[in-house]
């Protein structure tokens, strides 16, 4: 049985691209090594790889590892994935659905704290 998307304690986003050829075992290196994270803790982990049209989730469930893969389908689909090379993230479950939807989660660069301006 797959497991709810709120049941686990965090995702985890890898920023930039992953090499996805890397199976169960080599992403779960890259947790460890890379992140310096427990690949058996209740965590969803997100790869992408550079076309930014594929992806590729890895959980711990119990008793063996879970790894879920996406791939968008169309001339220019693409995920808006975060390029900070070698950067792990935690997102929300928002942010997850955000991202699956074509969706940015970064704000747009260029505007500043358009907060702290008044407008009138």
Do not use: H
């Not at 008793?63 to 994935?81: E, H, M």
């Amino acid at each position: 049985m797959l497991k709810d998307i709120l049941d686990y304690d965090s995702i985890y986003l890898a920023c930039g691209a992953t090499d996805l050829r890397r199976s169960v075992d080599g992403l779960a290196i890259i947790v460890k090594q890379e992140f310096k994270m427990d690949p058996f803790g209740n965590y969803l982990f997100l790869f992408c790889n550079r076309s930014r049209n594929r992806l590729k989730a890895l959980s711990w469930d119990r008793n063996g590892f879970v790894l879920y893969y996406k791939r968008l389908d169309g001339a220019g689909a693409r995920f808006k994935w975060p390029n900070e090379p070698i950067e792990v993230r935690n997102i929300t479950v928002k942010q997850l659905r955000l991202l699956m939807e074509g969706m940015s989660i970064d704000p747009p660069r260029g505007f500043g704290d358009i907060t702290a301006r008044a407008f009138y």
